[in-house]
Nanobody, 114 residues
Framework: QVPLVESGGGLVQAGGSLRLSCAASGSIGRVTAMGWFRQIPGKQRERVALISAGGTPTYAAAVKGRFTISRDNSKNTIDLQMNSLKPEDTAVYYC????????WGQGTQVTVSS
């Protein structure tokens, strides 16, 4: 199990931007498809974006065109650039393997005010 540490969340006005970062320990963050997920209290965790080991991204329809996932295998980090944020993006954001096979970290809170 690989510890995952998310950071970069905060409070931002609608239309603003945030950049989240996930630090993964061990080699799995370098050789495995990874993803960002989010959870609103009372709702199921949902997938936001995935990135393959080779760097190919896929996005949920709700964030496509606004969010960009990237990875730096030399640093073992997975970032999520979030632009044009909306109040409905408010959630706790987590990173994990694409198959959600690692232990969940604490996540990072993103709050978008209208």
């Amino acid at each position: 199990q690989v510890p995952l540490v998310e950071s970069g969340g905060g409070l931002v006005q609608a239309g603003g931007s945030l950049r989240l970062s996930c630090a993964a320990s061990g080699s799995i963050g370098r050789v495995t498809a990874m993803g960002w997920f989010r959870q609103i209290p009372g709702k199921q965790r949902e997938r936001v974006a995935l990135i393959s080991a080779g760097g190919t991204p896929t996005y949920a329809a709700a964030v496509k065109g606004r969010f960009t996932i990237s990875r730096d295998n030399s640093k073992n980090t997975i970032d999520l650039q979030m632009n044009s944020l909306k109040p409905e993006d408010t959630a706790v954001y987590y990173c994990n393997t694409a198959l959600q096979s690692a232990s969940w970290g604490q996540g990072t809170q993103v709050t978008v005010s209208s």
